[in-house]
């Protein structure tokens, strides 16, 4: 089992719509949850940053991070098409110096 | 403007030339980093640094070296580039671990 699983998509989402895009992992001692937005030839950019469990909300964004299920979720609210991108998750120990990424999900808006 | 920039942002080069990708951050970081994007493989850590003059291998070290003798800069630097290092590339800084900021990539191709 890979260390953190995510669906690559692509995840085509109407105008207005909310996107649900979810990470399992397999280690038990993450402790750092990440999102990251990455535009066609761009860079990742941090979007959403939660440590151990629960929701964090940022405008039309929303992290959760469920340890017990090993199970992380960003939902987006009111889907625009500048949410067009590929977005991935990440994860690390807490003072490993290492991040995990997801092999990220791409999201296409569907006007 | 806080960033962190890379050049250079395109390379095609053969075998076996050595050639260097500069990084450069503007906010007094003290951790940086460098990975690989690959379709299907995702983000891939190939080393890392804590501060100056401290450096340790990431996920996939071989075929690369890196220095850090100032604390802005973090070169990458491939001494014999073979075909299967073409790949894009992306340095990060970050004053801790969990929350990364990327610079714009760089496309290198080895023919």
């Known amino acids: 089992q890979k260390e953190v699983e995510q669906d690559p998509g692509p995840l085509s989402v109407p105008e207005g719509a909310i996107v649900s895009l979810n990470c399992t992992y397999s280690?038990?001692?993450?402790?750092?949850f990440m999102w990251y937005r990455q535009y066609s030839r761009k860079g990742p950019e941090l979007l959403m940053y939660t440590y151990s469990s629960g929701n964090k909300e940022d405008g039309r964004f929303t992290a959760q991070v469920d340890k017990s299920s090993k199970y992380i979720s960003l939902f987006i609210r009111d889907s625009q098409p500048s949410d067009s991108a590929t977005y991935l998750c990440?994860?690390?120990?807490?003072?490993?110096?290492?991040?995990?990424f997801g092999k990220g999900t791409k999201l296409t808006g569907n006007p | 403007e806080a960033q962190v920039t890379q050049n250079p942002r395109y390379l095609i080069t053969v075998t076996g030339k050595k050639l260097t990708v500069t990084c450069s951050q503007n906010?007094?970081?003290?951790?940086m980093s460098w990975y690989r994007q690959d379709p299907g493989l995702g983000l891939r850590q190939i080393y890392y640094?804590?501060?100056?003059?401290?450096?340790d291998k990431g996920d996939v070290p071989e075929g690369y070296k890196v220095s850090r003798k100032e604390k802005r800069n973090f070169p990458l630097i491939l001494e014999s580039p073979s075909p299967n290092q073409t790949s894009l590339y992306f340095c990060?800084?970050?004053?801790?671990?969990?929350?990364?900021?990327f610079g714009p990539g760089t496309r290198l191709t080895v023919l």
């Open positions: 640094s804590m501060n100056v003059e401290v450096t």
């Open positions: 990440a994860m690390e120990e807490g003072g490993s110096e290492k991040l995990v």
């Open positions: 280690n038990s001692a993450f402790q750092y």
């Open positions: 990060a800084s970050s004053q801790s671990t969990d929350t990364q900021y």
């Open positions: 906010m007094n970081h003290e951790y």
